[in-house]
């Protein structure tokens, strides 16, 4: 477990993030961190103390002159007797007062007394974000050596409402926690290319040729080689989710921009080629949308093969140390996985099952099988996150030069 040991204090004000609180709480137990709840009063609001509780296995700390948790001085037990302080969610007001040393609660006194590392996880309104006010707080934040994840960009609470103020997502903050308490990162000083999501082949201004493939693992695994250490690129073609923390992103669309954005980020250590390429392209696109003629046949689409991106990379001059694939199949998984390691000259392949019924394709969860000449693993049933978490692991390993 990532965070075993691990002692965090977990301080939560009043913000409708602060549902996100208990799925944070959750996945930091899960790595074996122990969580210490403090909650605003304002946080009470949204979230009870009670189900905190419930989710942490802790007491909660609610108030600063709280005759039982203050006779030895409570806050500063609870800012010192840990290895983090986070604050997540960290609302405009609990910013502003750390920012000019104010102590009137118990957690601004925690977050004043504590020698510790702090994290905050800031979520308002976009306005309230791009205020002076906050932006002058942001600055002396981390001029003070806070480190802050986010906010990001999306939907807001508010109806109507989108900009830059959304909380991370809570495996985002696990992530920039095991970040700030790891010791030395494994692939530091390596550079990796990883690509992710589908591509678009353009038939017309209008249509194209596309796939399902929603970019969730690509980008999961870019920033989990990232959280290790390696300087990633990413080459991403059309997804609509956001660019994952910590790694430089080239956006693309066609096979063709992928294959040349790949090749100019080599030389490389690690090139983990994740895309679902479309095999085909038009062969002649039209420059005007396709009209349908009444009674007549569709014109035909003459199709050329896409450049093969993987087998590129494999046998390339350039050609990574370690070279990652993913088969995407239907039937036949190991079969045709063993079959794609040889003819692309990768080192190795995940494979996966992506029938309708499995929901791997745009969900949230996948099966894979790692295909070496060495043999196969297969995983279990997890999410892209872990299945991520895992495969970065795999290859700080195998650069190390130590069996997987």
């Known amino acids: 477990m990532t965070l075993a040991g691990k002692r965090i204090v977990l301080i939560i004000a009043g913000g409708i993030a602060a549902y996100k609180s208990l799925d944070l709480i959750r996945r930091l137990r899960e790595r074996g961190a122990k969580v210490t709840p403090i909650m605003t009063r304002a946080a009470q609001e949204f979230v009870t103390p009670l189900a905190v509780g419930a989710l942490s296995a802790s007491h909660v700390y609610l108030d600063l002159f709280c005759r039982e948790d203050e006779q030895d001085v409570g806050h500063i037990r609870l800012a010192r007797d840990c290895d983090l302080v986070l604050v997540a969610p960290a609302t405009a007001d609990l910013m502003a007062k750390i920012a000019h040393g104010l102590a009137d609660d118990l957690p601004s006194a925690v977050l004043l007394a504590s020698d510790r590392p702090i994290l905050i996880a800031p979520a308002m309104n976009p ?17 003070d050596g806070i480190t802050m994840i986010g906010p990001m960009a999306g939907e807001m609470a508010e109806s109507g409402e989108r900009g830059v103020g959304r909380m991370a997502e809570p495996l985002e903050i696990v992530a920039a926690v095991e970040d700030l308490l790891s010791g030395p990162k494994p692939l530091a000083g390596l550079k990796a290319v990883v690509t992710s999501g589908p591509t678009h082949e353009p038939i017309d201004p209008v249509r194209y040729i596309a796939n399902r493939s929603s970019g969730k693992q690509g980008h999961a695994i870019a920033a989990a080689l990232a959280r290790l250490g390696a300087e990633v690129t990413l080459v991403s073609g059309p997804v609509t989710i956001a660019d994952p923390a910590g790694v430089q992103v080239l956006h693309v669309e066609r096979a063709e921009e992928m294959r040349d954005a790949v090749i100019a980020n080599l030389p490389a250590d690690i090139a983990v080629m994740v895309a679902a390429v479309a095999d085909w392209r038009v062969a002649s696109g039209s420059d005007q949308k396709i009209k349908k003629q009444p009674g007549e046949a569709p014109p035909p689409l003459m199709l050329t093969e896409n450049p093969d991106i993987l087998k590129t990379v494999g046998h390339h001059a350039k050609r990574p140390r370690l070279v ?75 650069m190390a030069g130590a069996p997987a």
């Open 127 to 143: 306005k309230m974000w791009d205020n002076a006010a906050t932006r002058r707080n942001v600055a002396t934040l981390k001029g």
């Open 324 to 398: 990652v694939g993913f088969a995407a199949e239907t039937q036949n998984v190991e079969e045709n996985g063993r079959a794609k390691l040889e003819r692309k000259g990768a080192d190795l392949i995940v494979a996966n099952d992506v029938s309708p019924q499995t929901g791997v394709m745009g969900g949230d969860r996948n099966r894979v099988q790692l295909i070496t000449r060495d043999g196969v693993e297969a995983w279990p049933d997890l999410s892209k996150e872990d299945v991520a978490e895992r495969l970065a692991l795999w290859i700080a390993m195998q």
